[in-house]
Structures are given as C-alpha cells and as structure tokens.
C-alpha cells in the first residue's frame, strides 16, 4: 500500500497560473523526490529535498518540505500546456536503501 | 549518454505463461530497481539489485524474481503469469545506492489475458 497521500488527486488550471500539489507522508524520511509522468510512460525525476532542506526551487518548480507536519508541496508557477502530466511525491527512508515509496499522484491538467 | 533502456515495450501474454523484462541501466550506474504501475494499486517497489546482489525486495510473491549481470543490466521474470499482473513495469538505475535521485527506463506494457 502507499505511504504518501497527495492532494489533490486532479487539478485543471489555465496556462501561466501556478499550480500547487501537496503530499504527505508517514514516517521520517532521508528525501523526499517529485516526479512528473506523461500518459503512462517513464517518470521523469525533478526535484530531491532532504530531510535537513526546508525550501529548493528548480527554474519554475519550487519544493517545500515540512518535517513537523510530514508533509512537503510542489509549486509550478507560471504554468504551460507542457506541464499537463501525472507528479508524483515520492519518499526515501533511512532504512530502505534506494527504495521510494510513492504518493498517489497528482493529474495536472493546464489549459492553453 | 544514453537513458534508461527497456525491452521489449510492450508484451502481451496468456495466463500461466513467463515472462522476462529487460533493462540496461544508464552506463555507470550500478543500482538498479524495478516498479509496477498498475491503476488500483499504483506504484509499487518489486526489488533493487546493486552490483549483482539483491539489496531490497518488495512485498510480491515469489512469482515476481530478479537478477542483475555483471555489466548492470538487469532482468526481472515473473512466472506463472496472472491477469492482475498486468501493469506497466518501471526500470530505475541511480549512480550508487545512496539514496540519490533515480532515472526510469520508459517502461514495459505486459498484458495479461
């Protein structure tokens, strides 16, 4: 079963708004990745915050992660038709090696 | 430098039957996880190999095995093929197992009739 839960499950925004996606996890992590999925194909890795990070951005992603509530958001500004794709939060543990335990997903959907 | 790649892309198969998915891990890396994606269930860790020996295994039936060769690549076989068993199954390779970022291979298409 999944770990994370991500909400919410669907979003449909206009292009050049921001989108923002949450996930929560249930235990202490070492990192928590962000992936972005197009129609059922490979996931494209995006982003990596560890434990000890609170804030990274990457060009028009920004990554939060708060440790005390569990949980971390993927913010997408200025949005473009391109970003329309599934993103999964995903978490790695100290003990589990490589292991990620993914969310559920989000389906982004941007309207041109 | 080449991605991650998977062989074949898409595989259709009988119910009993086995089935063996390939994957070669970017050159250098020497993790190598495999994923299955189904609609109910989601993404879901099968197993990861690193340098030939298995470091990490999922919780899927033994039906569900896998190897890694000398070179890194790897290869997953799932006997005694069920229709649940369909499901897109994801290849991952990373520089080491350390935690790090992960790359997926497109993916395999195995469907079970």
């Known amino acids: 079963s999944q770990q994370g839960e991500e909400d919410p499950q669907a979003l449909s925004i206009q292009e050049g708004e921001n989108a923002t996606m949450n996930c929560s996890y249930k235990t202490s992590i070492n990192n928590l990745q962000w992936y972005r999925q197009n129609s059922g194909r490979g996931l494209v890795h995006l982003i990596l915050?560890?434990?000890?990070?609170r804030e990274k951005h990457s060009g028009r992603l920004r990554v939060t992660l708060d440790t005390s509530k569990k949980s971390s958001s993927l913010l997408i500004t200025a949005s473009r038709a391109a970003d329309t794709a599934s993103y999964f939060c995903a978490t790695v543990y100290e003990t589990s090696g490589s292991r990620l335990t993914f969310g559920e997903g989000t389906q982004l959907t941007v309207n041109p | 430098k080449a991605g991650v790649t998977q062989t074949p892309r898409y595989l259709i198969k009988t119910r009993g039957q086995q089935v063996t998915l390939s994957c070669s891990p970017i050159s250098g890396h020497r993790s190598v996880s495999w994923y299955q994606q189904t609609p109910g269930q989601g993404l879901q860790f099968l197993f990861e190999?690193?340098?030939?020996?298995?470091?990490n295994k999922g919780n899927f039936p033994g039906r569900f095995s896998g190897r890694q060769f000398s070179n890194s690549r790897s290869e997953m076989n799932v006997s005694t093929l069920e229709l649940g068993d369909s499901a897109l199954y994801l290849c991952a390779s990373s520089l080491m197992s350390r935690l790090g970022e992960q790359y997926f291979g497109p993916g395999t298409r195995l469907t079970v009739t």
């Open positions: 190999y690193f340098s030939e020996t298995q470091r």
């Open positions: 915050i560890r434990s000890n990070e």
